[in-house]
T-cell receptor, first 114, second 111 residues
Framework: EPEVTQTPSHQVTQMGQEVILRCVPISNHLYFYWYRQILGQKVEFLVSFYNNEISEKSEIFDDQFSVERPDGSNFTLKIRSTKLEDSAMYFC????????????FGPGTRLTVT | KNEVEQSPQNLTAQEGEFITINCSYSVGISALHWLQQHPGGGIVSLFMLSSGKKKHGRLIATINIQEKHSSLHITASHPRDSAVYICAVRWEGGSARQLTFGSGTQLTVLP
């Protein structure tokens, strides 16, 4: 069964460093999403992406964040200058289309900022 | 602000018991997801529904659109069902594609 994959599974970085989290969505999916979950809190929406551009973003997704689909398969989330409060589990998801709203989640990347 | 509320927050059951987890939401939705989050953190989609009832194995999900309420039932629960169960909704109207998540229900099934 096709699945969303994410790398790395765990990333440790120092405050102020740039990190790139990588996702490979399901191959025929057109919509891509990033969510995050701070330890002990709800999962929160960050951004959705379609047709090579951001379609929606939340208040959390400020100028420190960016997303890119650099090739036909990868979908990346970049945090330019990490802060301690960026420590969280980051989930990528993808869906076939807006009318077929089921989203399939990747296993997540645990980001620890020290 | 549109809200998703889950109950109970924590649930402990004996193996074999019938489990019910509830989700209510504040305004109209176009879809509701039930998700399972494993102890390691990974999220698995169990169901997506917009009306009626769906069944997969021992899991049953129902939704009542008029009452803005959904339930997830687990029949003949087993220790391997221990996980956090999360309700997430996609609000009706507008261009919103994002999901809004509940706080989750921590289920522990004891042998």
């Amino acid at each position: 069964e096709p699945e969303v994959t994410q790398t790395p599974s765990h990333q440790v970085t120092q405050m102020g460093q740039e990190v790139i989290l990588r996702c490979v969505p399901i191959s025929n999916h057109l919509y891509f999403y990033w969510y995050r979950q701070i330890l002990g809190q709800k999962v929160e929406f960050l951004v959705s992406f379609y047709n090579n551009e951001i379609s929606e973003k939340s208040e959390i997704f400020d100028d420190q964040f960016s997303v890119e689909r650099p090739d036909g398969s990868n979908f990346t989330l970049k945090i330019r200058s990490t802060k301690l409060e960026d420590s969280a589990m980051y989930f990528c998801a993808s869906s076939e289309g807006i009318s077929t709203a089921e989203q399939y989640f990747g296993p997540g990347t645990r980001l620890t900022v020290t | 602000k549109n809200e998703v509320e889950q109950s109970p927050q924590n649930l402990t059951a004996q193996e074999g018991e019938f489990i019910t987890i509830n989700c209510s939401y504040s305004v109209g939705i176009s879809a509701l997801h039930w998700l399972q989050q494993h102890p390691g953190g990974g999220i698995v989609s169990l169901f997506m529904l917009s009306s009626g009832k769906k069944k997969h194995g021992r899991l049953i999900a129902t939704i009542n659109i008029q009452e803005k309420h959904s339930s997830l039932h687990i029949t003949a629960s087993h220790p391997r069902d221990s996980a956090v169960y999360i309700c997430a909704v996609r609000w009706e109207g507008g261009s919103a594609r994002q999901l809004t998540f509940g706080s989750g229900t921590q289920l522990t099934v004891l042998p």
